[in-house]
């Protein structure tokens, strides 16, 4: 007969308001096999899980049933005590009687409360009686790690795993690193020149002994599980042996063709062969191949005359490279929404219709004027300026319901950068509501009001048009109801922050979630914000959502030290919550292989002692197994179980009810 204790939490007045704990505790006392029981106010406080311990001790207990919150919150905990008092840890079970009962019964009488709570603890007292003890799985760990994105989010990942002593790969598909806070003029709130503040950090991962960095690369395919990922690496042909080339501009200067530069986001050329900027990281060029005269038509050919260590190669492919690594950063970052869909702010239609991103270029003493903040129609400085906020953010209509959260900040920032640059100059910023939320946020908006005089306008631009050569900006102030009209030399759009047009395709090929706007979501918005469903991928910056950057390298350096920590024993524990494939009775249809979402399940052939197919049979890995039961139920032979929920267990408990 098993001898099992039935711990009944109140969980101060959460479970309590709606159910008798006591009377659970003592229903259950007259079910066979159940020796103890008690209902406590909080069983995961420290008293709680010593009595809770003691009880296991004291009452010799072989099981453990503890009703409380979802097994999601405090699993883990009890089965730590479990173990710690002498049970194996997967004889400890938890019966939601909270987010399952007591939070969705609100009946005072705590009637329903109640007798729901009876049923689910004994359900799960049944089920505990046909528990198998189980032994954590234990998994070889590759030190190593890839990040994928080098933005800032990625810099910071791979800066704090490479100090902590582990070898990184460092992956992006620009040909730098530096991401959007590269184009950045000055950062909100503090004001410093964000290529300041960046590039040393770009430097010191360059010349980083444990970062390798592939730039105009990406990740074309993933396979394995935790500690023992293979990544397959496309690295796109630059045209230009990275080896041997020295950085010095020779080819750049000579080439005769441009284009439109990425980086400057259409408001200057660069040339065919390019580095998008000058600190780029590496400072090494590539072809842009679909604009050389020379790879379209073998025409030209200058550059290759004028390198000195001879490093142009016409003739060069992409390479496929294939990385083992033990954990994955994915921080591939954000796009802005394409400006073309704001027709009604007159983008495209009026030349000084532009977005707040083209206006950091605009203010950066890097960019294509310098910094000096010059019409792009005629390169006069405008004496107005109008900035928009909420440009398709908050706007179901354009698909983002969401705030972009950043905006508000920028947006000040740009007001001060444009009275600072020019003197007697005048912005004016429409918005809805002001979101400040941020050390120093709130303070730093005032001062673009108060101090440089921005004038705010709370209300919505209707309407955008060009009359006798100005640009006329009508809109409603709602604080003082009445319909404005200003006469504009610029126009600046802050437009919404979207997730990148690859994330489906980068998620699909990690196996991770993503939401209805293609953020990549975190395993537990709260308790493990960086993790994801996939055990071994974590995550960082913005392709989780809009975030600022301080928020983006506190996200990277907490997925490193994730890494760090996993990296920290040769093996680690995984949960044995795995399926299993009774060989007997698999008729290897495959339906299983195909409804895995992890691909954790192989077509293994079985072979005789003279090397003959005797039949096949499906295996599943226990490393990419996450325990999430599809196959069992894909299974129609009924020949795939569970570990920890067998058929057996849950009959067991649907049998009680
Ligand atoms: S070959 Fe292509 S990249 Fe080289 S100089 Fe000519 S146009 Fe520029
Ligand atoms: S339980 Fe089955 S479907 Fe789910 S991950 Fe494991 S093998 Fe794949």
Same mark, same amino acid.
């Given at each position: 007969m098993p001898r099992i204790g039935v711990f009944v939490c109140q969980c101060g007045n959460n479970i309590e308001s709606t159910v008798e704990t006591k009377e659970v505790a003592e229903e259950m006392e007259k079910l066979p096999g159940v020796v103890y029981t008690c209902s406590y106010k909080f069983m995961c406080s420290s008293p709680g899980q010593d009595m809770f311990k003691k009880a296991i001790e004291e009452n010799n207990l072989d099981g453990v049933v503890v009703s409380a919150c979802s097994p999601h919150m405090h699993e883990k905990t009890f089965r730590k005590a479990s173990e710690k008092a002498g049970i194996n840890p997967y004889k400890c079970e938890i019966a939601n009687i909270r987010e399952q009962c007591s939070w969705v019964h609100p009946d005072k009488t705590k009637a329903v409360g109640t007798a729901k709570s009876v049923?689910? #603890?004994r359900m799960v007292i049944e089920r505990l009686k046909k528990n198998r003890p189980l032994k954590t799985i234990n998994i070889p760990v590759n030190k190593r790690a890839l990040v994928i994105g080098g933005g800032i989010a990625g810099i910071q990942a791979a800066l704090d795993i490479a100090e902590g002593g582990r070898e990184v790969i460092l992956v992006e598909r620009e040909p730098s690193i530096g991401g959007n806070m590269a184009k950045l003029s000055e950062t909100f709130p503090t004001m410093d020149c964000s290529q300041c503040i960046l590039t040393p950090k770009m430097v010191e991962a360059e010349l980083h002994d444990n970062i390798k960095i592939y730039t105009y690369s990406e990740v074309e395919k993933v396979d394995g599980y935790i500690g023992n990922f293979s990544v397959r690496i496309r690295r @796109?042909? @630059?045209?230009? %042996?990275e080896e041997k080339c020295t950085g010095c501009g020779a080819c750049w200067e000579k080439c005769p063709f441009k284009s439109d530069s990425e980086f400057e986001m259409g408001l200057n050329k660069r040339k065919v062969i390019y580095t998008p900027f000058p600190q780029a990281v590496p400072n090494v060029p590539v072809i842009d191949a679909p604009n050389c005269p020379k790879i379209q038509k073998d025409k030209c050919g200058l550059c290759a005359k004028v390198c000195g260590p001879q490093c142009i190669d016409f003739e060069q492919e992409d390479k496929i490279l294939t990385e083992e690594v033990g954990a994955i950063v994915v921080a591939t970052g954000y796009q802005l929404m394409p400006n073309e869909r704001f027709g009604e702010y007159g983008? *495209?239609?009026? @030349? %000084?219709?532009?977005s707040g991103m083209q206006f950091e270029r605009l203010a950066s003493a890097s960019g294509p004027t310098g910094g000096k903040i010059q019409r792009p129609s005629d390169g006069k400085e405008p004496g107005s300026v109008v900035f928009i906020q909420c440009v398709g953010s908050r706007d179901e209509a354009k698909g983002v319901s969401y705030c972009s959260k950043v905006c508000c900040m920028y947006t000040a920032k740009h007001t001060m950068l444009y009275r600072h640059k020019v003197h007697d100059g005048q912005a004016y910023v429409f918005y809805m509501d002001i979101r400040s939320g941020g050390k120093r946020y709130e303070e730093f908006v005032r001062r673009a009001i108060e101090h440089d005089d921005a004038m705010y306008l709370r209300g919505r631009v209707s309407r955008v048009y060009e009359r006798d050569g100005k640009i006329i900006v009508q809109g409603a102030d709602t604080l003082s109801a009445s319909q404005v009209e200003i006469e504009a030399d610029m126009v600046v759009l802050a437009t919404a922050i979207v997730s990148r047009t690859s994330a489906a395709t980068v998620a699909k090929t990690l196996g991770i979630a993503y939401d209805k706007h293609g953020f990549y979501n975190e395993y537990h918005p709260k308790m493990k914000p960086v993790e994801t469903v996939t055990a071994g991928i974590f995550l960082a910056g913005t392709c989780m959502g809009p975030m %600022?950057?301080?928020?983006?390298?506190?996200?990277g350096s907490a997925s490193a030290s994730k890494i760090l920590a996993l990296f920290s024993s040769d093996e680690m524990a995984r949960e044995p919550i795995t399926a299993h494939v009774n060989a007997m009775t698999c008729n290897a249809c495959w339906d299983c292989v195909t409804a895995c979402p992890y691909t954790a399940i192989d077509k293994e052939e079985v072979k005789d002692? @003279? *090397?003959? #197919?005797?039949?096949?049979?499906?295996?599943v890995n226990p490393g990419l197994c996450q325990g999430c039961g599809v196959c069992v139920a894909a299974c129609r032979s009924k020949a795939v179980d569970l570990a920890g929920y067998t058929d057996e267990q849950v009959y067991a408990a649907i049998n009680a009810f």
């Open positions: 049923d689910l #603890t @796109k042909a @630059k045209y230009v %042996d983008y *495209g239609r009026i @030349k %000084d219709v532009i %600022d950057i301080p928020e983006s390298v506190m996200m002692r @003279k *090397g003959n #197919t005797v039949r096949w049979q499906a295996q």
